[in-house]
């Protein structure tokens, strides 16, 4: 069982940078590949990014390349997610997922789901 919780989101400018926190309990976290969904209102809820259980390989909806990064510290049982030239169309509650195989972006893999945090970019 891997409990996850994220943090970091807020109110932010166009064009403007945040850092979501997603801290998970346990001490199998390092086997668990990890990724983020965001979801906007009305919208399904999508793929932006997933990182490999060691961090070696990550995964990046084409949205989101050159923008975003996702990287973690297993020693501190933490994925990441920084967001910079962030655009309206981000704005979106963001999720962190776990799973023990899939970076990928089929959230139907994913095991385990933090509750949510609230982006929201401003024009």
């Known amino acids: 069982q891997v409990q996850l919780v994220e943090s970091g989101g807020g109110l932010v400018q166009a064009g403007g940078s945040l850092r979501l926190s997603c801290a998970a309990s346990g001490r199998t976290f390092s086997s668990y590949a990890m990724g983020w969904f965001r979801q906007a209102p009305g919208k399904e809820r999508e793929f932006v990014a997933g990182i490999s259980r060691g961090g070696a390989n990550t995964n990046y909806a084409d949205s989101v390349k050159g923008r975003f990064t996702i990287f973690r510290d297993n020693a501190k049982n933490a994925v990441y997610l920084e967001m910079n030239s962030l655009k309206p169309e981000d704005t979106a509650v963001y999720y962190c997922?776990?799973?023990?195989?899939?970076?990928?972006?089929?959230?139907?893999?994913?095991?385990?789901w933090g509750q949510g945090t609230q982006v929201t970019v401003s024009s």
């Open positions: 997922a776990a799973d023990r195989r899939s970076w990928g972006p089929d959230k139907r893999l994913y095991d385990y």
